[in-house]
């Protein structure tokens, strides 16, 4: 056993080929439209539960959720029932209707 071999548990990857660093889910996100708007993924949908950035997405993928906004202003957060928009860092590949969990980062 090599002193860094504790490394290699941090890197333990999930089912989906993706490491999530929290288990903790914090809410879900449904897809009601998927668009590519400067080359970064962009999911436009329905919250449930509290989104901030920086927290992940995991659909097909996991993805880093870099911005939030809602009536094409920028928010520190989105709540439960808000209808907003999340530019991501990565794809998760999602298609309408879709339903995408959301942990903390």
């Given at each position: 056993?090599?002193?860094?071999?504790f490394l290699k548990r941090?890197?333990?990857e999930d089912a989906g080929g993706e490491f999530?660093?929290?288990?903790?889910?914090?809410?879900?996100?449904l897809?009601?439209?998927?668009?590519?708007?400067?080359?970064?993924?962009?999911?436009?949908?329905?919250?449930?539960?509290?989104?901030y950035p920086g927290?992940?997405?995991?659909?097909?993928?996991v993805a880093l959720i870099r911005e939030i906004q809602r009536d094409r202003k920028r928010?520190?957060?989105?709540?439960d029932g808000d209808r907003v928009a999340l530019i991501l860092e990565g794809k998760t590949s999602a298609k309408?209707?879709?339903?995408?969990?959301?942990?903390q980062s």
């Open positions: 056993m090599g002193p860094f071999d941090l890197k333990k999530i660093a929290s288990r903790r889910l914090v809410g879900r996100f897809v009601e439209e998927v668009l590519t708007v400067f080359g970064r993924e962009t999911l436009i949908g329905m919250v449930e539960g509290v989104i927290y992940k997405v995991k659909g097909r993928a928010v520190d957060f989105a709540v309408k209707g879709d339903v995408l969990e959301v942990y």
